[in-house]
């Protein structure tokens, strides 16, 4: 595994599109909200040397401070000498929870307590996961958590150590924040902010940070046009002292357009101040908090490269996340956004995200279903290859809008017409992904209340899903054969826009067969509980159809071709995805599914390790999810490597995890955290990005 | 005059932060909020030439679209061709209002009607400027409008035209707008916006202007994750036709931290599209506003560079005014914000505005000084040279904080102790401008109800304009001796911050004594009107002391130095600027005024011709304000011409305004609009700035 230790990782707040990046070298972390990327700021943490008048800090700024000096009147302002710890001095210690940087005496902890949030529907749900109980504005607090100490035990002067940043939003001043005269801070306007509750802190701003480690700088502590703000502390002669910090973040009123919404916790908190308020009161809470997630995730012990992505992928995925209300109807909106790309909850994404948040927030999930029931499903007809136009049925938009810009009902941001790659309609695999995800939601939760009242819409799903096969049952082989008119001359694609034609194309595509054949399982088990047993029969049989056609166009070596179609010969790795989602439904518990999938399942895994031992892997033992595309994408990577260990019972494959993990450490990667399309080793898209979150799968 | 007419200007609403820029080529202009500069944007505004499919546009984008076609699937974007006018083809006209462009058969006219703003305390004031009354509502909406013509009255065939922008606002998206399906527009998130009421008119998003400007766009429409935002119209085949669009902002919510302050437009309008429903809807009353604006203020006839001059300075000096709430006490806060160092209410500013104010909103005067005397005063000792240290008194601070960040009360931003030039307090010089801006409030508005509520506050100020001149009335010349103790061990500067010791350093400064016998005049004036007779004798005496000091200290040949003290030379235009606040209040028209003053005024007039002409003059004709500095602002020169003019009943010096005019228009300067710190020909400071409107003396 690359030993590189300054990456960026996302310290994120719970649903509330903000980060406090931090890892990579130079101006590329900071205070962020609702952005692409990293904020890319001057972050400042340091401490003075035993040299005197010389400061040592983490190298998170660039190292050439403007030098504003006042204009006029000869006045020069005095400096002091801040260096950068080598790249030796420094060590870095990453949990899901925790980040841990150490250099010389100074220790700089960040805490990202990932409270489960209650259902905001319903606020007073016992969380099953951590077991506590905690309320609302605990757990939707917009801020993140930090402790920074300074050893000076050995020494018999005291030393000063600083926190701080220079923000750059175009719309706002930094400023200095003081509440009650019991906690201190520096921020930018009224949306990001680090504060502290230690006594005898100084918070001031200046041009550069150097102006503000002079030795007497009470007259400067008024001063509001300086860029930079900090917050300097000392410990005392042979003193080892912690301070802690509440770093915030806040966005109040409506920030999005086509539907009007806010942040829920401005429903809770009043402004930074109050964020700030709170969070340093219950500053024990969220640590310890912080290190129960940790012990949650890491239970199985798993090895540094795991570790390390389950961390990395975690923390990537909150920091796109949103937890909004609707402004009209007071209703709570739970949003995943597209990583750089800030599509809001892609639905394909959110069948990944699934496995996260039935662990930490099932209501999530139903959110995100019951806002494509509501606002992004649509009907279309369906096309077959020779001119012929039949009804289709219902499926989902792609996504619901981007950048805080809702889409028309009905409509995506991506989708277009006419198109045979990126940006063509994903109806199959939209289709699908709703059902699976109502599947496993209404399985994980046992919530028949929500089931019942989606009886008409999961009756229309099948409906499509049928319509899409064929236009009766006589020609249906439980694989999808036409594409949506909403194509025009078009044709559909799957969430693998951009990798190949194998991955790409949908129809016949046996990626997206075996996910129909999984959703048709959830129909079948959804009907059964509703009582509707025709429709159940109707599902078993399309599922059943559908796991025999793809046994029927199995080659001679076990591999299953890319599309169901005589004389293909693409190989993927991804056509096993889809087995995960009847084994989170427990169906791999139940001896009957055992017995009839067996030859389907055992054909899966001999298709998966004749592909793994037959190009589907890099050099470097990375996995490759089809054999002709150098564009790999590690969230499905790692959902493929949940069915090869969970379902096909093989070990772990340590080298591919270590690659993956290498990608993201890889210098030319690690500036946007976790990425997920990894071209040949490089990050060329999906960048900041949710996705990896279905490592959690591992746990 | 420079006969460049690509330069930006500001077209920006009344009290919105706000200015839809546009002039400079490239991506210099759009629509931006609260920005330090122009918002750098792509503008695209241009129709289909007579060549088939080729389009052209005026030069307000970079003229290298990124090239994102969609990757995978093989699909290829149409694109049009999108070539730029040559600038022979181009002509501007630019009134103070208006701004209108025109090439080939295309013409684009910007609107600012500029209306006075009722009095938001009392809504129901009738306005004595225009005239008219309007409402609050129509005077305050965040909105500029738009007119764009394309003449097709020669050609058989029917061409496209096409209005848009790429909005830049990194947290959120572009967005197409379709209001009640009758008026369409694209914008970005919910702050910026083009809207227009024509029937048939495309809106759509691409990531190029020129793939919206291919044949049959109908299956983009409905794409959301474009960057540029176009809207499309087309005139018939010999047909003319205009399209009226109205360019809007909005900023939603509380926007200043210190104190929590909203837009009062928000109050009014509920969201952009509200803006744009309203502004389309008066779109005639309007277009008919700005032509009377115009109307006024080129009333005279002005040669070209006045009008240039006025057109420029008024439209930036809107672009910088900001009218909010107060949340917590309810009240309307006018703000005009420092340019491009966006402080706010900076009072030496204040004190320049105060002339076009008391023509166009006479209560936001009023606002600022009562923001001034609520939360931004102080009270100082004061300290002579030697060691000495004597009560002071009050006086108010530089600013009142900078972007949207309010200080902590009875702070400045910018003011900090121990320095002798830039950033040192101004303590001598604000408090003579909150008297100044008094004295011309309550005289052009005969507000005596606001007089008497202030009484206490003058009287506090002429105790501190004693004490600032010595500490008993046997060592008081009438000119500040003394500075204040709050510059520790520096010393007080004036506005002229970082011009040259002549104009900066206020102890002594004859710029500064002219200003105290004015604040003396206008205090004398005040406590007559309030029959406190006795402080009306002790103020007048202090003026004429003033005078006479100032007399004592002329130089043979008629110089008055910028500091009255022996030995010193140095010689500034600057020393009359303080003449035009008794001019303001109309004491030039009271004759027993005019005897008093006859020698003091004869001997500024003196001073003033000798200085001109013994070297404060730059070769180009343009004035200079110090002789011993390259630096010299033009809204200082624009109060300088009106003293000469009007007081000294001097002619207009042409070639000055001819070379004032040219340094806006230099290509190195035209970027940031109205600048007014030009070193030597070129703006090195104070840029996009709203000081210039001094030049409303003119008229």
Not at 5 to 34: C, D, Q, R, V, W
Not at 333 to 338: F, Q, S
Not at 446 to 463: A, F, Q, S
Not at 634 to 649: A, D, M, N, R, Y
Request: proline fraction near 4%; include cysteine.
């Amino acid at each position: 595994m690359n030993p590189n230790i300054f990456y960026n990782s996302h310290h994120s707040p719970a649903g509330a599109f903000a980060s406090f990046t931090l890892g990579f070298k130079g101006a590329s972390g900071g205070l962020g909200i609702e952005l692409a990327g990293p904020a890319c700021q001057n972050v400042f943490i340091g401490a003075e040397s035993t040299a005197d008048g010389v400061f040592k800090a983490l190298p998170f700024y660039e190292d050439k401070q403007a030098d504003n000096q006042p204009a006029g009147g000869g006045d020069r302002w005095q400096k002091a000498v801040i260096n950068q710890f080598n790249d030796g001095e420094i060590t870095r210690e990453i949990t899901p929870a925790c980040d841990i940087w150490r250099a010389g005496e100074l220790e700089f902890k960040i805490y990202t307590p990932f409270l489960p949030i209650p259902d905001p529907v319903w606020v007073n749900y016992a969380h099953p996961y951590i077991g506590k109980r905690h309320t609302l504005k605990t757990t939707v607090i917009p801020a993140v958590f930090v402790e920074l100490t300074l050893d000076n035990t050995a020494h018999p002067h005291p030393r000063k150590a600083f926190f701080g940043y220079e923000g750059n939003d175009p719309y706002s001043a930094m400023r200095r924040i003081s509440i009650d005269n019991k906690i201190n801070g520096v921020g930018q306007g009224r949306i990001t902010g680090i504060f502290t509750d230690g006594t005898a802190v100084d918070c001031a701003l200046a041009f550069s940070a150097s102006e503000l480690l002079v030795d007497d700088i009470a007259g400067r502590l008024p001063f509001g046009l300086g860029t930079t703000g900090l917050t300097i502390m000392t410990a005392g002669a042979n003193e080892k002292r912690t301070w802690r910090f509440a770093v915030c973040f806040y966005r109040g009123g409506v920030v999005t357009s086509g539907k009007e919404a806010s942040y829920l916790y401005t429903r809770l908190f009043k402004n930074i101040e109050d964020v700030a308020r709170y969070g340093l009161e219950n500053f024990e809470l969220y640590k310890q908090a912080a290190d129960d997630f940790d012990k949650v995730i890491l239970q199985n012990q798993p090895a540094d490269e795991r570790r390390f992505l389950l961390s990395q992928s975690i923390k990537s995925y909150y920091g796109s996340t949103q937890l909004l209300v609707d402004e009209d109807k007071k209703e709570p909106l739970w949003i995943v956004n597209e990583g750089a790309y800030r599509m809001i909850n892609t639905l394909d994404l959110a069948a990944d995200h699934l496995f996260f948040e039935m662990r930490m927030n099932p209501w999530a999930v139903r959110s995100i279903l019951e806002q494509y029931a509501e606002d992004y499903s649509y009907y279309d007809d369906v096309k077959d290859g020779s001119g012929g136009r039949f009804p289709g049925g219902i499926s989902f938009t792609h996504d619901m809008g981007v950048m805080n810009a809702f889409s028309p009902r009905f409509k995506s941001a991506y989708e277009l017409s006419g198109l045979t790659g990126c940006y063509s309609y994903m109806t199959q695999e939209q289709l699908v992904n709703w059902i699976l995800c109502a599947g496993v939601y209404w399985n994980g939760t046992g919530d028949g209340h929500w089931l019942k009242n989606h009886k008409r819409i999961i009756t229309r799903c099948l409906t499509s899903m049928l319509n899409r096969d064929g236009p009766d049952d006589a020609v249906r082989d439980g694989v999808m054969d036409m594409d949506s008119c909403m194509t025009g001359g078009g044709a559909e694609i799957t969430t693998y826009d951009n990798v190949d034609k194998a991955l790409g194309q949908a129809r016949r595509s046996s990626y997206i067969a075996v996910k129909c054949w999984a959703a048709y399982l959830a129909l079948e088990k959804m009907f059964t509980a509703l009582g509707l047993k025709e429709l159940a029969a109707i599902a078993a049989k399309q599922a059943e159809k559908c796991a025999a056609t793809i046994l029927k166009y199995k080659r001679d070596a076990g591999i299953i071709p890319a599309h169901l179609e005589e004389g293909n010969e693409a190989m993927t790795l991804s056509v096993v995805d889809g087995l995960i989602f009847p084994y989170t439904m427990g169906m791999f518990d139940d001896s009957e599914f055992i017995n009839k999938y067996n030859d389907f399942v055992n054909a899966l895994k001999k298709h998966f390790e004749t592909a793994l031992a037959g190009g589907c892997k890099f050099d470097s033992g990375a996995w490759k999810m089809s054999l002709t595309s150098d564009n790999s994408w590690p969230s499905k990577t790692f959902l493929c490597q949940s069915v090869s260990e969970k379902i096909f019972g093989l070990g772990v494959d340590r080298q591919a995890d270590k690659a993956h993990a290498s990608w993201l450490l890889d210098p030319e990667n690690a500036f946007f955290a976790y990425s997920d399309q990894i071209i040949a080793g490089k990050a060329l898209g999906s960048k900041y990005y949710p996705r990896g979150v279905t490592c959690i799968l591992w746990v």
